[in-house]
């Protein structure tokens, strides 16, 4: 029997009602068969000091551990500013040292994300496509999945209400487990 993939899922918010979280609570329930997306929360990481980069807490050692076992990772971004919330960017910083050790490299991954704003996360997801660069991750070109307009979206309890997103995301989820099998065959 085939073993499952297994996606970890990241949220880039901390919010309680966040519907970034909400979002990736949606894509575990539209995986293909025979994939899992597992999530990994945020809370509690402290701010990147690279005095620590050798010694990092026990939430960045698991952190990396959980991104290393994973077969390809899913990251649902909201937009701070017009880029990546300064919580998401640590917990990446964090995961990609010290030189030498980057828990990312070389892993196959899909980006989504939502926002109040119209154009769903668009410039955000830029800029994480240009940290993906460095990172040596391996991104899911189509579809850009961008949910603009978030609390048109999904229910007051959270979840995904909109039939057309919920394409997507089978979508993108599938295309990323075919690029990770892609990868896996070169
Ligand atoms: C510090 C801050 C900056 C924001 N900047 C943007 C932005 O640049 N573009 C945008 O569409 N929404 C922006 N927003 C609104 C977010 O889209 C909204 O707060 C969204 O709910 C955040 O995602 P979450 O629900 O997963 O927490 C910003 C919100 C905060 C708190």
Redesign the pocket.
């Given at each position: 029997m085939n073993k499952q993939t297994r996606i970890l899922g990241i949220s880039g918010?901390l919010?309680r009602e966040?519907?970034?979280?909400a979002a990736l609570r949606a894509a575990a329930g539209l995986a293909p068969e025979g994939t899992a997306v597992e999530t990994f929360g945020l809370e509690g990481i402290p701010l990147f000091n690279q005095d620590e980069e050798r010694n990092p807490p026990a939430k960045v050692i698991e952190l990396k551990r959980r991104v290393r076992e994973a077969d390809a990772i899913l990251f649902v971004t909201?937009?701070?500013?017009?880029s990546v919330p300064g919580v998401l960017k640590n917990a990446i910083d964090w995961a990609s040292r010290p030189y030498g050790d980057n828990a990312w490299d070389g892993k196959p991954a899909a980006i989504m994300g939502?926002?109040?704003?119209a154009i769903g996360?668009a410039?955000a997801q830029y800029h994480l496509r240009q940290i993906f660069v460095f990172l040596n991750v391996f991104p899911v070109n189509r579809p850009e999945v961008m949910i603009g307009n978030?609390p048109q979206h999904f229910d007051a309890e959270g979840n995904l209400t909109d039939e057309t997103t919920k394409d997507y995301i089978r979508q993108l989820l599938r295309n990323l487990v075919e690029l990770m099998q892609r990868i896996r065959k070169s």
């Open positions: 918010s919010r966040s519907y970034n979280s909201p937009e701070y500013n017009y939502a926002s109040i704003g996360t410039r978030a």
